[in-house]
């Protein structure tokens, strides 16, 4: 469990490197940023997805790309000043980049089960 932790902190702290409006300071928040986005991920945002179900059959989906970023804006707000994104846009961009790099992370460095 901790190494999944630190593999999280890790793909928050690389993706808020690589993206321009979206910061982390100091590095060792990104751990708890992480703890945060996956209490916020695995809580709200399954409420805020039933509620927004009729505009997300609408627009095939893609609304969810929008929801993803108002959790991340919403992790921001209750991380400040400590990670902060500038705007939705770059939540969201956070928030499809930040999916990529976990799962090659976790790809790589997860250990592996039976060994």
Do not use: Q
Request: hydrophobic share 65%.
């Amino acid at each position: 469990m901790i190494t999944r932790l630190l593999i999280s902190g890790m793909a928050v702290l690389i993706t808020a490197y690589t993206l321009d409006g979206v910061t982390v300071d100091p590095w060792w928040w990104a751990v708890l940023v992480a703890v945060v986005l996956g209490f916020i991920n695995s809580w709200i945002r399954p409420l805020v997805k039933f509620f927004a179900l009729p505009i997300n059959l609408l627009t095939l989906g893609l609304f969810t790309f929008v929801i993803n970023g108002l959790m991340v804006m919403l992790c921001s707000w209750v991380m400040a000043p400590h990670f902060e994104v500038a705007n939705l846009g770059w939540a969201m961009g956070f928030s499809i980049v930040l999916t990529l790099v976990s799962w090659l992370l976790h790809l790589f460095f997860s250990p592996k089960k039976g060994k």
